[in-house]
């Protein structure tokens, strides 16, 4: 496995949280977003590599595979779902991390693409119409919270359009002089609060944010 691999498919699906539809109101589902950049604000390094971001920290492990545990609508643009697709219905990454494996491939998953005729992937569901429009219709049905792993052009738009309820950044303390930033393309200055903070060993550092 290359790219992003299945370094980002791991952490924060439990903190999507489940859908609860009450008496007299009914809440929308919220739209998460959980990936890694560099130490100089890369998501990508200059070839597309995100191999970076890989790391057996115990405490880091651990904290993958406690997440895993949650439910929620995982979200993907086509080259994200790809990469996802190829490792985690397979006997290697049972293997390597059976729990978060299982909950990878239980999980419902949206993938959005304009070139994609079909999905394989167990409970994947293939999405072509218009992004934004089609973000709104999902989060205004019942259901468990959605997150999007990876996928930098969907975070980019999504978040320029103001779909995106929260994000959890995970700081890599790595240099890469070059690539792609996360929020290529946003215009605005759109601003985020910080909720919260968690460092592990490694030196990775993760944040909370929800849009203001």
Do not use: C
């Amino acid at each position: 496995m290359q790219r992003r691999d299945f370094v980002i498919g791991a952490p924060v699906l439990a903190a999507a949280g489940t859908f609860v539809n009450g008496a007299t109101a009914v809440q929308h589902r919220s739209l998460s977003v959980f990936n890694h950049v560099s130490l100089d604000g890369y998501f990508t390094d200059a070839a597309g590599d995100m191999s970076w971001a890989r790391n057996q920290e115990p405490e880091w492990l651990k904290f993958k595979s406690e997440s895993a545990g949650g439910e929620a609508v995982l979200v993907f643009g086509r080259k994200t779902y790809e990469m996802m697709a190829r490792f985690w219905p397979t006997p290697a990454a049972m293997q390597a991390m059976p729990e978060v494996a299982e909950g990878m491939n239980r999980m419902r998953k949206v993938v959005f693409s304009r070139t994609l005729t079909q999905v394989t992937w167990q409970n994947t569901e293939l999405v072509k119409g218009d992004l934004a429009t089609e973000t709104a219709r999902l989060k205004s049905e019942p259901g468990p919270n959605m997150v999007i792993l990876g996928s930098g052009e969907i975070v980019a738009q999504l978040t320029q359009a103001a779909l995106i309820d929260d994000y959890q950044i995970v700081s890599v303390p790595v240099v890469l002089g070059a690539g792609r930033t996360l929020f290529q393309g946003v215009t605005g200055k759109p601003w985020l609060k910080l909720t919260k903070t968690r460092s592990f060993p490694n030196g990775f550092v993760a944040s909370w944010y929800s849009r203001q």
